[in-house]
T-cell receptor, first 114, second 114 residues
Framework: NAGVTQTPKFRILKIGQSMTLQCTQDMNHNYMYWYRQDPGMGLKLIYYSVGAGITDKGEVPNGYNVSRSTTEDFPLRLELAAPSQTSVYFC?????????????FGSGTRLTVV | DQQVKQNSPSLSVQEGRISILNCDYTNSMFDYFLWYKKYPAEGPTFLISISSIKDKNEDGRFTVFLNKSAKHLSLHIVPSQPGDSAVYFCAASASVTGGFKTIFGAGTRLFVKA
């Protein structure tokens, strides 16, 4: 049971480059999320999805885009990378009831923009 | 505007003693509170949660206490073990259309000394 899988684990981007962070889950969870964690800060919600074909903005969506064409996959796209996007990115999924089971997180992608 | 605050960046405890991690929140609309544990190079993992209608929830060595009037919750770990050394995130969830919105604190790094 793989859970939530994120690729790549590490990436260095130059300013202005673009990339896609991949996230896939095999638990048939409807809800998926993208968070970023900056040093000394809590996780900030970038985008979330309540099911295939449905996405919505979180707290810090600027500079990012997402799509949800299948239940399993929820890629995060950075179009014009900026140093402010240097962070650790976590993808998560849930059944919908996070109250008793919480989110299942991936192991993260550490992104550096130089 | 930090809606969920963990004011202690770190905590050091002797093995076998009690660890108490604290968390304060500002929004009375939160329905559930959760604690996550994070090891280096891994994603956070769900630990324990509590509904806003309760004041205590216990799971083995972990107990979460909620004081709604003070907008304060705490996680007690008894007895503490070296394997408990990790970063602990407090999170608060509120019902929104289509699911829940979760806000995370900045985390407290727990060191359990053998």
């Amino acid at each position: 049971n793989a859970g939530v899988t994120q690729t790549p684990k590490f990436r260095i981007l130059k300013i202005g480059q673009s990339m896609t962070l991949q996230c896939t889950q095999d638990m048939n969870h409807n809800y998926m999320y993208w968070y970023r964690q900056d040093p000394g800060m809590g996780l900030k919600l970038i985008y979330y999805s309540v099911g295939a074909g449905i996405t919505d903005k979180g707290e810090v969506p600027n500079g990012y885009n997402v799509s949800r064409s299948t239940t399993e996959d929820f890629p995060l796209r950075l179009e014009l990378a900026a140093p402010s996007q240097t962070s650790v990115y976590f993808c998560a999924s849930s059944l919908g009831d996070v109250t008793n089971y919480g989110y299942t997180f991936g192991s993260g992608t550490r992104l550096t923009v130089v | 505007d930090q809606q969920v605050k963990q004011n202690s960046p770190s905590l050091s405890v002797q093995e076998g003693r009690i660890s108490i991690l604290n968390c304060d929140y500002t929004n009375s609309m939160f329905d559930y509170f959760l604690w996550y544990k994070k090891y280096p190079a891994e994603g956070p993992t769900f630990l324990i949660s509590i509904s806003s209608i309760k004041d205590k929830n216990e799971d083995g060595r972990f107990t979460v206490f909620l004081n709604k009037s003070a907008k304060h919750l705490s996680l007690h770990i008894v007895p503490s073990q070296p394997g408990d050394s990790a970063v602990y995130f407090c999170a608060a969830s509120a019902s929104v259309t289509g699911g829940f919105k979760t806000i995370f604190g900045a985390g407290t790094r727990l060191f359990v000394k053998a």
